[in-house]
Nanobody, 125 residues
Framework: QVQLVESGGGLVQAGGSLRLSCAASGRTFSTYLMGWFRQAPGKEREFVAAITRSGGTTYYVNSVKGRFTISRDNAKNTVFLQMNSLKPEDTALYYC??????????????????WGQGTQVTVSS
């Protein structure tokens, strides 16, 4: 089992940057595929980015490609989401998620079995 704690959210102007962090408990962090999801008010929780266990492969939703970068440091049990060129439509509660399952669809929230509490990102225009 793993516990996830996000940090790094805040209020930023459009065009600005934020770096989200997700710290995981336990000593088996490297066995989890990690993902970031977000949920805006009145909308479904949506996939943002994911990274494989080794960090060798990353996945992004089209709307953030070229602006967001997911990375992980397995020695520090942490996954990051660097967000640049932020837009008002990026405003949401951002969640970190972990999956210890094999062969998942990284975009499906149901394929992740551990979630953090979320960190709020607000982008003003």
């Amino acid at each position: 089992q793993v516990q996830l704690v996000e940090s790094g959210g805040g209020l930023v102007q459009a065009g600005g940057s934020l770096r989200l962090s997700c710290a995981a408990s336990g000593r088996t962090f490297s066995t989890y595929l990690m993902g970031w999801f977000r949920q805006a008010p009145g909308k479904e929780r949506e996939f943002v980015a994911a990274i494989t266990r080794s960090g060798g492969t990353t996945y992004y939703v089209n709307s953030v490609k070229g602006r967001f970068t997911i990375s992980r440091d397995n020695a520090k049990n942490t996954v990051f989401l660097q967000m640049n060129s932020l837009k008002p439509e990026d405003t949401a509660l951002y969640y970190c998620a972990a999956s210890d399952r094999l062969g998942i669809n990284v975009e499906l929230k149901g394929d992740y079995n551990y979630w953090g509490q979320g960190t709020q990102v607000t982008v003003s225009s």
